[in-house]
């Protein structure tokens, strides 16, 4: 177990949910395809309830405590959903917006390989030019020399608040500040943001994904760049109500070493 507010038993009932919504909808959809052709608007809405459930499937197996292998390989059929559904240009796609950055960051994380990275890639480049967030998650792990080529981020808090870390001012004191004060407050309006308070099962475990991309990439940058800040690193957790802020890193002039568990 990874996530200190639900027990064992809550998330193996909810994966099986997960699991058995998921085969339930992929033979409905088999059967409106073979029906109606695969350009039916209910097949486009059935790949994005399915995408739901994928996402809600695979933080659940994270915060369950999954083995990051079963975890890794959760992620290229969730990445097919979303390349069948994105729609960059709807400005109020706040939650496309968030699971990409999550998926990217998921998969920086996890390092997964070259191929299925550039597939997201490709479904970033809409805001990378936008967004500091995203160009820092695309391209500062290819260049020890990279700087941040504008400052705005596409909704603005608690995303702004991580311009200080990607930048490299004192990032982990910062990346704790943001954790701490803005991440779980700045996504109070999103339909999952107090769900472990919901009478039905509907939580499905809070990690700021992000923050653990961001401290891997930096961990790679400090390296190469000769300093030797030691990171040891579990998926950044938020400070919510309902528990305390565990710290995201410790640092100390030693090797640089970095743990994802």
């Given at each position: ?6 027990d064992e ?8 949910f997960?699991?058995q ?17 695969v ?10 309830a ?81 967004d ?19 400052a705005?981020f596409v ?76 990171i ?5 957790i ?7 802020n ?9 090797n ?6």
């Amino acid at each position: 177990m990874r996530d200190p507010l639900k027990d064992e038993a809550y998330f193996m009932e909810y994966l099986t949910f997960q699991n058995q919504t998921i085969a339930e909808f992929e033979e409905l959809l088999e059967t409106v395809i073979r029906e109606r052709g695969v350009d039916d608007e209910g097949v486009r809405n059935g790949y994005i309830a399915l995408s739901g459930y994928h996402f809600n499937r695979l933080i659940a197996m994270y915060s369950a405590g999954g083995p990051l292998d079963e975890i890794r390989d959760a992620l290229p059929p969730l990445i097919g959903l979303f390349e069948k559904t994105w729609e960059p240009d709807d400005p109020d796609s706040l939650d496309d917006y968030v699971e990409l950055v999550w998926l990217l960051s998921i998969g920086i994380m996890l390092g997964i390989d070259e191929a299925l990275m550039s597939r997201l890639d490709r479904l970033a480049q809409h805001y990378a030019p936008h967004d500091a967030l995203i160009d820092f998650l695309l391209n500062a792990r290819r260049s020890v020399s990279w700087k941040p080529r504008q400052a705005s981020f596409v909704y603005g808090y608690p995303y702004n608040r991580l311009l200080p870390v990607i930048e490299g001012e004192q990032s982990i004191q910062r990346l704790n500040v943001y954790l701490e004060n803005d991440w779980y407050r700045g996504h109070d309006g999103m339909g999952w943001h107090d769900s472990h308070l919901h009478q039905d099962p509907i939580y499905r475990g809070y990690w700021s994904f992000e923050s653990g991309a961001i401290m891997k990439i930096l961990v790679w940058m400090t390296k190469y760049s000769r300093t030797s800040p030691t990171i040891r690193m579990t998926w950044c957790i938020p400070k919510t109500p309902a528990r305390r802020n565990e710290a995201c890193a410790t640092s100390s002039k030693t090797n640089a070493t970095l743990k994802i568990t």
